[in-house]
């Protein structure tokens, strides 16, 4: 089989082990044609069951986004990667970082590394967005679900007064209190109380003041 016959059947990027299996129905040992495309790196699995196309037939980027939903699940991308992906922070996230409900995991493929924390059940799925981008749909968490999964993973900070958590937004992370105006305090407060966290209520309460004065002066 061609490349060109192959990318006519499996026409997305990212694609598993059934798809491709179905794709090589024809051939009386699929198997072996599987090992001789990764061999060629025509293909690359990604982990077991998941799969991009190699550079040289590629058609467009694979999604790393989408790819993080697919290693390990239930998940979506949230924290570092997130904040920088709704340009909250300025810095680029080379890991891909998630939330799960499942315990953590790390994962080291050849397109990177996946990191994966855990959160409870009860505010996993609040403030999830469905993006779709060129035709390919994933889960990202929503600029306030991730600035809230990310103050609640940092185990060392020591936040308890409005004061020392604006200096952690401000300082720590660089986020733009520009940027803090356009939060959500009702989804974050949502958050707070499903994750039962004084620091993700004390940044509602920040949201809300920073919009207060800022309505006051226009």
Do not use: W
């Amino acid at each position: 089989m061609r490349i060109d016959d192959l990318r006519k059947k499996i026409p997305s990027e990212e694609f598993d082990y059934q798809s491709l299996m179905d794709a090589l129905s024809g051939y009386a040992q699929p198997r072996g044609k599987i090992s001789s495309l990764l061999a060629q790196g025509a293909i690359i699995r990604i982990k077991k069951g998941l799969y991009v196309f190699g550079p040289s037939c590629q058609r467009r980027p694979y999604s790393r986004e989408l790819l993080a939903n697919l290693i390990y699940g239930p998940s979506c991308v949230s924290l570092e990667f997130a904040l920088h992906y709704h340009g909250l922070i300025p810095e680029k996230v080379e890991a891909v970082t998630s939330v799960t409900t499942k315990r953590p995991k790390k994962f080291q493929t050849p397109v990177g590394l996946f990191i994966y924390g855990k959160v409870p059940e009860a505010g996993f799925h609040i403030g999830i967005q469905r993006i779709e981008e060129d035709g390919r749909a994933f889960l990202i968490a929503a600029p306030e679900k991730a600035l809230a999964d990310k103050l609640r993973s940092d185990r060392g900070l020591n936040i308890r007064t409005q004061k020392e958590c604006l200096e952690y937004l401000v300082s720590s992370l660089r986020i733009a209190e520009s940027d803090l105006l356009k939060l959500n305090p009702g989804l974050l407060e949502k958050l707070g109380n499903a994750y039962n966290s004084k620091r993700i209520s004390l940044l509602a309460q920040i949201i809300k003041r920073i919009q207060k004065r800022a309505g006051s002066n226009a």
